[in-house]
């Protein structure tokens, strides 16, 4: 059985000490508390202020929690929140559409995949969630990428690569494609990821009108696309009235 990192729990147990202690404590608190010579728990507390996860009184010199931990905290509440307002809506568009639903967010610069309906029949599917798609050719990337600025800066950073002859990876012709996206308010992937699969995105807001995340309709390109594989118009109408509809329950009002 491996070990745990004495280094990390005495870390872990130093940010549980100031989260549910007194507003800011010094260092001779901290170290009697957890049993630490004052050495060791000022090297361990420079390095979880160098980090943002803890911050310093210039005054006092006592500490406390810094904004680096609330920003970690406030994103895992706004994944969980996305995911549980999306539930109902999600299921509700699998059922009417008949294809799979996926709830993207932007992350590590790509999109993992937070929620996943299955298409609403006897076939042998797989679960995805948890899985990482790519911001360049995929749907859900692309609506991520034309309305989340620090997505718009990641995907442009990024080795566009070339998956299908589809692919889109010249700079000008993506950032033509992102344009398109913002002027539409969707975002379309056919066989550009993966051959034979289609997808439709709309991007959901929250409360801030910041872009939090999207929804996919995928499926294969037969059943998604019309005879000239182009996306079905239902189906670009069912995704956007889901967003929407996720959006409004986080607060965004009408878009």
Same mark, same amino acid.
């Not at 692919?167 to 913002?182: I, K, M, N």
């Given at each position: 059985?491996?070990?745990?990192?004495?280094?990390?729990?005495?870390?872990?147990?130093?940010?549980?000490?100031?989260?549910?202690?007194?507003?800011?404590?010094?260092?001779? @608190?901290?170290? =009697?508390?957890?049993?630490?010579?004052?050495?060791?728990?000022? /090297?361990?507390?420079?390095?979880?202020?160098? #980090?943002?996860?803890?911050?310093?009184?210039?005054?006092?010199?006592?500490?406390?929690? /810094?904004? #680096?931990?609330?920003?970690? /905290?406030?994103?895992? %509440?706004?994944?969980?929140?996305?995911?549980?307002?999306?539930?109902?809506?999600?299921?509700? +568009?699998?059922? =009417? =559409?008949?294809?799979?639903?996926?709830?993207?967010? %932007?992350?590590?610069?790509?999109?993992?995949?937070?929620?996943?309906? !299955?298409?609403? @029949?006897?076939?042998?599917?797989?679960?995805?969630?948890?899985?990482?798609?790519?911001?360049?050719?995929?749907?859900?990337?692309?609506? %991520?990428?034309?309305? @989340?600025?620090?997505?718009? =800066?990641?995907? +442009?950073? %990024?080795?566009?690569?070339? !998956?299908?002859?589809?692919?889109?990876?010249?700079?000008?012709?993506? &950032?033509? #494609?992102?344009?398109?996206?913002?002027?539409?308010?969707?975002?379309?992937?056919? &066989?550009?990821?993966? &051959?034979?699969?289609?997808?439709?995105?709309?991007?959901?807001?929250?409360?801030?009108?910041?872009?939090?995340?999207?929804?996919?309709?995928?499926?294969?390109? &037969?059943?998604?696309?019309?005879?000239?594989?182009? +996306?079905?118009?239902?189906?670009?109408?069912?995704?956007?009235?889901?967003?929407?509809?996720?959006?409004? @329950?986080?607060?965004?009002?009408?878009?």
């Amino acid at each position: 059985m491996a070990k745990n990192i004495q280094s990390l729990e005495r870390a872990a147990a130093m940010l549980r000490l100031l989260a549910g202690g007194e507003r800011r404590l010094g260092l001779s @608190d901290i170290a =009697s508390s957890l049993d630490l010579a004052k050495g060791t728990a000022h /090297g361990i507390l420079r390095t979880l202020q160098a #980090e943002g996860f803890v911050e310093q009184d210039p005054a006092s010199g006592r500490y406390q929690l /810094g904004a #680096e931990l609330l920003r970690l /905290g406030n994103s895992y %509440l706004d994944v969980h929140e996305l995911r549980a307002r999306a539930l109902v809506w999600t299921d509700d +568009l699998a059922r =009417s =559409s008949g294809e799979s639903v996926h709830l993207g967010v %932007l992350h590590q610069q790509g999109v993992l995949i937070v929620h996943h309906v !299955f298409r609403p @029949d006897d076939s042998r599917q797989v679960l995805e969630v948890g899985a990482m798609q790519p911001l360049h050719s995929t749907a859900l990337g692309k609506v %991520l990428s034309a309305y @989340d600025p620090v997505a718009h =800066s990641e995907v +442009l950073e %990024l080795d566009r690569e070339a !998956f299908t002859p589809r692919t889109v990876t010249a700079l000008r012709a993506f &950032e033509g #494609e992102l344009d398109l996206t913002r002027a539409r308010g969707w975002a379309s992937d056919v &066989e550009e990821t993966w &051959e034979g699969v289609a997808a439709v995105a709309a991007p959901i807001h929250d409360r801030r009108r910041m872009p939090v995340g999207a929804i996919a309709i995928t499926g294969a390109v &037969e059943r998604v696309c019309d005879d000239d594989k182009e +996306l079905r118009a239902e189906l670009i109408a069912a995704v956007r009235d889901c967003a929407r509809a996720v959006s409004r @329950d986080l607060g965004a009002g009408r878009f």
